[in-house]
């Protein structure tokens, strides 16, 4: 378990994590596939050759799957109850077949649940390419174990 309790979290603390992922095509042709998004301008290069573009994007919901996946190790892993929401989702940038992608992960906000035994926490996560270009930016908000009470949960689990 790598992620971080409760109390761990810092608002204001800005996490820089380390894995970088490169999009090949086949990332995004399963990405599509899977969802059933069939939008011509990921999957059609000729399409994509007429737009604005003039080439194929990355699937912008891949983007930010991708940044919630780079940014579990440093912060949820292991110590998340569930994610409870993502807002304010923007793509400035797009997303181009061989970008390779880092993501950063700020705390805006932390408060402790009504029964003191978990807390809320909301970060911002941006996502930049290989040129330092933002290319995605959300927030997410995910209820986290508090480390006292951790145990229980895990007797819970055990039990199960």
């Not at 899977?34 to 737009?51: G, I, R």
């Amino acid at each position: 378990m790598t992620g971080l309790y409760y109390e761990e979290f810092e608002v204001g603390r800005t996490i820089e994590h380390e894995k970088r992922r490169t999009v090949s095509e086949s990332d995004n042709q399963r990405f599509c596939d899977m969802t059933m998004n069939q939008q011509p301008l990921h999957l059609d290069a000729e399409f994509a050759a007429d737009s604005q573009f003039g080439e194929r994007l990355v699937n912008g919901l891949y983007t930010m799957s991708l940044a919630v996946g780079l940014s579990i190790p440093d912060t949820t892993d292991g110590t998340i109850v569930a994610n409870l929401g993502y807002d304010d989702v923007s793509h400035p940038n797009p997303v181009f077949y061989g970008d390779t992608l880092r993501a950063q992960t700020t705390v805006l906000d932390k408060r402790e649940t009504s029964d003191g035994e978990r807390g809320v926490v909301t970060m911002r996560v941006e996502v930049f390419n290989q040129d330092d270009e933002l290319v995605c930016e959300f927030e997410r908000t995910a209820l986290s174990l508090k480390r006292e009470f951790a145990d229980d949960v895990d007797a819970d689990a055990d039990d199960a």
